[in-house]
C-alpha cells in the first residue's frame, strides 16, 4: 500500500527515546507508509522543537508546529515568537493541532478560544494549512474558523474527526477536510463509520494519532504510524472499495494539503 499518516505523535518521550522513534519510522517503512506528518503541538513549545528534529532526520517525514488547546493557558510572548520562527522551516508543511478541547477543560475555555483565534491569524499570515482539534465544543471551533476566516487560507483539516455526518458536511461545504483514526474500527463508534462511509474520498484523510488510539485488533498497545494500514482497510471495507485505492486516495489527498510534491 501506498499510505500518508496525517497525523502522529512521533515524540521521544512517547517513543522511549530517539532510536525508539527512528524503528517506529523504520517499521512504518516497511508497512507502506510513505510519508508522515508528526505534530509539534500538545506537549508546550518542547513539542515543536521535537516535531522539527524528527523531521529533519527522516525524508519521509514532515513537522506542524502550533499549539494544543490543553497546553493554552502556559503559554509565553516567547513561545509565540520561537513558533512562528520555526513556522518557516522547511519541514514545516503546517500549523496545529489547534483548536478547542471542552471534554477535558485543561486550559479555561476563555485562553483556549484566544489562542486559537491567534493561530487561525498567524496560519493565514504564515500561508500554511491548519490541524484542527476539536472535541465537544459544540461547534464553536466551526464558528471561529467563520469568523477568523480561516477557510479561505490553504485549508483545514479536523484531525481525528469525532463529530456527526451534519458537521461533516459543514467542514466538506467549507471546503475543509476529515481525518478518520483507528477509532473506526472500535465496537462503539458507528457515528465515525457513517462518517467514514459518506465523506467524499477526495476530502479525507487517515491518520493513526500515534502514540494513541491504537486500533483493533492491538487496542491496549501503544499504536505507531504502521498501523495507519489498518484504518484504510477499514474504511475500504466500509465503502466497498479495495484499501490501496483508499490508501492512494487519502495519500494523495494529503500530498496536495500539505504542499508536499
Ligand atoms: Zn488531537
Ligand atoms: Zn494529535
Not at 529533519?56 to 520561537?82: F, I, L, N, Q, Y
Amino acid at each position: 500500500m501506498t499510505l500518508f499518516d496525517s497525523h502522529c505523535h512521533l515524540d521521544v518521550d512517547a517513543f522511549d527515546d530517539q532510536a525508539g522513534v527512528d524503528a517506529a519510522v523504520e517499521r512504518a517503512r516497511e508497512a507502506g507508509v510513505v510519508r508522515m506528518l508528526t505534530i509539534g503541538s500538545g506537549y508546550g513549545i518542547a513539542a515543536a522543537r521535537r516535531a522539527v528534529a524528527v523531521a529533519e532526520r527522516h525524508s519521509d517525514v514532515w513537522a506542524s508546529v502550533g499549539v494544543h488547546p490543553h497546553d493554552a493557558k502556559e503559554w509565553t510572548p516567547e513561545d509565540w515568537a520561537e513558533m512562528e520562527a520555526m513556522a518557516g522551516h522547511e519541514r514545516v508543511v503546517a500549523i496545529g493541532e489547534m483548536g478547542l478541547d471542552f471534554h477535558y477543560d485543561n486550559s479555561p475555555r476563555e485562553i483556549q478560544r484566544e489562542v486559537f483565534r491567534h493561530q487561525v491569524r498567524s496560519a493565514r499570515t504564515l500561508d500554511l494549512p491548519i490541524i484542527i482539534h476539536d472535541r465537544e465544543s459544540q461547534g464553536e471551533t466551526l464558528d471561529i474558523l467563520d469568523q477568523e476566516d480561516g477557510w479561505a487560507g490553504r485549508g483545514v483539516v479536523f484531525h481525528c474527526f469525532t463529530g456527526t455526518v451534519a458537521t461533516m458536511e459543514r467542514i466538506v461545504s467549507s471546503d475543509g477536510y476529515v481525518s478518520i483514526p483507528g477509532i473506526v474500527t472500535f465496537k462503539n463508534a458507528e457515528t465515525m463509520r457513517e462518517v467514514a462511509t459518506r465523506a467524499p474520498l477526495e476530502r479525507m484523510f487517515i491518520e493513526t494519532d500515534s502514540p494513541f488510539l491504537t486500533p483493533v485488533p492491538f487496542r491496549g498497545r501503544r499504536n505507531e504510524p504502521a498501523r495507519v494500514g489498518l484504518v484504510a482497510e477499514k474504511v475500504a471495507e466500509l465503502r466497498g472499495l479495495d484499501s490501496e485505492s483508499v490508501a492512494l486516495a487519502t495519500y494523495d489527498n494529503a500530498s496536495r494539503f500539505f504542499g508536499i510534491n
